[in-house]
Every structure is written in C-alpha cells, then in structure tokens.
Nanobody
Framework: EVQLVESGGGLVQAGGSLRLSCAASGFISDDYVLGWFRQAPGKEREGVASIDNSDGSTYYDDSAKGRFTISRDRAKNMVYLQMNSLKSEDTAVYYC??????????????????WGQGTQVTVSS
C-alpha cells in the first residue's frame, strides 16, 4: 500500500525559505505522479506543484512559479518542495499526494489516490 509521510513544515518569516519532504513508499510500478497541495483555513485544497516520477517533468501553479521547486530522489523514494521567498498567503497545511498508473501533469485533488497527513507551514509577516 502506498504511504506518504510529510515533514519539514514550521514557522518562518516572510521572505524566508522552507523545504518540505515527503517519504513515499509502496509503489508497485514507476508510473506515478507526486504532487504537493495546500489548504488554508476556510479555503479549498489547491495544487502547488507536481512531478512525474517516470521522466521528472514538473508542473507549477502560478502562485508557485519562480519561488517553489519540486524535485525527487528516486533512490531514496523522496519528493521535496523547496519554498523560497515565502509570503503570508503561503500559510497553509501542505499535503503530499500520489496518483498511480499514470503520467504527465495531474493538477486537481480529486485525481489523486493517496494522501499524507499534512504538515503546517506558517509564514509570519
């Protein structure tokens, strides 16, 4: 069974950086996509970035472009989200998610089959 465990959240000042990590395990093939989502209080869950495990191709939401970088370490079964130039509006619970037997760009939450427990990111202004 696929399991996802996030870590790396915390409190940071505006303009600072954080790196989120997600330990991903249990995949039976290499055809899957990993994504990072976030959900702020009172708001819907939104996609931040995704990465195709097969070829490493990435997708970024407009809010993340130029500031966030998604990457993976296939040997360690890890996916990362490096977040720079953080803003107060980035405050949210961040989730790692996976969808199996697929490839390419997967952007909406309902397309993902597996979710981590989430990690809180708070950016103080």
């Amino acid at each position: 069974e696929v399991q996802l465990v996030e870590s790396g959240g915390g409190l940071v000042q505006a303009g600072g950086s954080l790196r989120l990590s997600c330990a991903a395990s249990g995949f039976i093939s290499d055809d899957y996509v990993l994504g990072w989502f976030r959900q702020a209080p009172g708001k819907e869950r939104e996609g931040v970035a995704s990465i195709d495990n097969s070829d490493g191709s990435t997708y970024y939401d407009d809010s993340a472009k130029g500031r966030f970088t998604i990457s993976r370490d296939r040997a360690k079964n890890m996916v990362y989200l490096q977040m720079n130039s953080l803003k107060s509006e980035d405050t949210a619970v961040y989730y790692c998610a996976a969808v199996t037997l697929t490839s390419g760009v997967v952007t909406t939450p309902y397309e993902y089959d597996y979710w981590g427990q989430g990690t809180q990111v708070t950016v103080s202004s």
